[in-house]
């Protein structure tokens, strides 16, 4: 035991530290079972999308929530630090998958999903796109550029760079055609799945 403290101290920070853990665990508020279960999981897609859990889960509440949500209420629920559901409001908010909500005779921020799942669907693939995709297709660009110019690169690798090229751009092309098919359209194309393919012309591929 360390001279002067008294001997009592390693136990009341033990005590200290314990009601703090259970401090955060009894301020969550208790949520629906399967409201819960849906939130734990969109916070797991989102992290294998490579977006911070935190943002999907506060997505995933406000996504299911019948009525718009401060930081603090969001916090509450979730057992978040209000710093960490700042930080990930901001993201949600230049994902533009949720908006500020005025509410008569309260100057909070207020906030809500968009819950319209077509709209959602179509700005989390634009905001891939434009992170992932977009890059990716500079990037290429530039190797077959590069490519081209280097007589010491090998012929295999120029053409697969191409090949790689020109997937990416036909994936990017298809999306952007996608984006301006109506929504009943695009609905009846999805549901006809596999009976669009027996439509087109048989042949193989070159």
């Not at 208790?30 to 999981?41: G, S, T």
């Not at 960490?84 to 005025?102: D, T």
Request: proline share 5%; aromatic share 4%; with cysteine.
């Amino acid at each position: 035991m360390q001279e002067g403290r008294p001997a009592n101290a390693v136990d009341t920070q033990s005590r200290l530290s314990d009601i703090s853990v259970m401090t955060e665990i009894t301020g969550k508020k208790k949520l629906p079972a399967a409201v819960e279960r849906f939130i734990l999981h969109w916070g797991d897609m989102g992290d294998g999308w490579g977006v911070n859990r935190s943002v999907s889960q506060i997505h995933g509440l406000l996504y299911l929530s019948e009525a718009p949500m401060t930081a603090e209420d969001i916090a509450d629920t979730l057992g978040m630090a209000r710093s960490n559901v700042s930080n990930s409001l901001k993201e949600l908010l230049a994902w533009n998958l949720i908006r500020r909500v005025p509410i008569l005779g309260d100057r909070r921020d207020h906030f809500e999903a968009e819950t319209d799942i077509w709209e959602v669907a179509a700005r989390i693939a634009a905001r891939r796109k434009e992170r992932e995709l977009d890059p990716a297709i500079a990037a290429l660009r530039a190797c077959v550029s590069d490519a081209a110019e280097d007589p010491a690169i090998n012929p295999v690798a120029s053409k697969r760079l191409k090949e790689m090229l020109a997937f990416t751009e036909l994936a990017d092309h298809w999306f952007m055609q996608m984006l301006k098919v109506p929504r009943p359209r695009l609905v009846a194309l999805m549901r006809l799945g596999e009976k669009i393919a027996n439509l087109l012309p048989l042949g193989k591929v070159k």
